[in-house]
């Protein structure tokens, strides 16, 4: 149901499509216009590539470990590419997470361990629902009750004390990190652990961030203990996050702001996804 302009209420049923006639008019489209990326990561998922004068790209299009299209290991990965990043002496490196569709959170601050020498802060605190307070499997951390919101906020989160559960307390960065120039690519598809990972670049003053605003806030956002539901008419299954992630102390950010670009590039997006 939806309202007009003049607050007409209508009703409009919308014809479900299967999963197969979607893959499949993919490949149709891929065929008939395969110069034109779809908005979705394409292979291959992970990819370093090494240029002259002692500068590398690497190229990340998802930030899980093994999911649906077989990525591969993400960890394993990254390992490996720094490893000869550092090796071969690569002065500047781009690390490219257009079109990166996310995963853990875990996998962004792994990411960024590997480009500081300093331990670092990734998330501030977590707020819960009620229900999600009740569903947490730990008694390591302290909360707090919001008076107004009925959410519970963690404590302490500041101090070296705290444990490493979910992100919270110091980060320990890698014993042999790269240290050189950075850039980072972004855009509009950059979302869940992609734009954790430009968060920290930027917070940390890391290394410049290029492209276009992410889909992801730079202060927090959602996407852990999910919990699911059907609405009432159609049915059809609703999957929400019952924990808000803060990177910041919540009274001094903006928590609606996306991760934004130090330099925007934009692209005309109705010659489709393709990447230069």
Known sequence: SFSTPSNQVLL????????????KRRKENSD????????????PFFSLLFLPDRKATLTLRTFEDQDGIQAGNFREFVDSAFDEIVNT??????????????????????????LTEQSFPFVHSLELTPAGLARLQTNRLQ???????????????????VPALFGLGPQTPQKTPYLGKLIVLVDGLTASGGPQFASLV?????????????????????????????????QLEVVISMV???FTPPSSSKPDENVKP?????????AGFKLE
């Open 244 to 246: 808000r992630i803060h």
């Open 143 to 161: 909360f707090v009750k919001n008076r107004i919101t009925g959410n519970f906020t963690t404590m302490d989160t500041a101090t070296t004390t």
């Open 32 to 43: 008939r216009y395969p110069a034109i990326l779809p908005a979705y990561p394409q292979q």
């Open 89 to 114: 002496g690569v002065r500047d490196l781009i690390i490219d997470i257009r079109m990166n569709n996310g995963g853990p959170s875990a996998n962004a601050a792994y990411l960024y361990s590997w």
């Open 202 to 234: 930027v917070r940390n003053k890391r290394g410049l961030v290029r492209g276009e605003e992410t889909s992801g806030a730079l202060a927090g956002g959602s996407g852990r203990m999910y919990t699911a539901f059907a609405l009432p008419n159609t």
């Open 262 to 270: 130090d330099v925007e590039l934009k692209r005309d997006y109705r």
């Open 12 to 23: 409009r049923t919308l014809p479900a499509t299967d999963f197969l006639t979607i893959q």
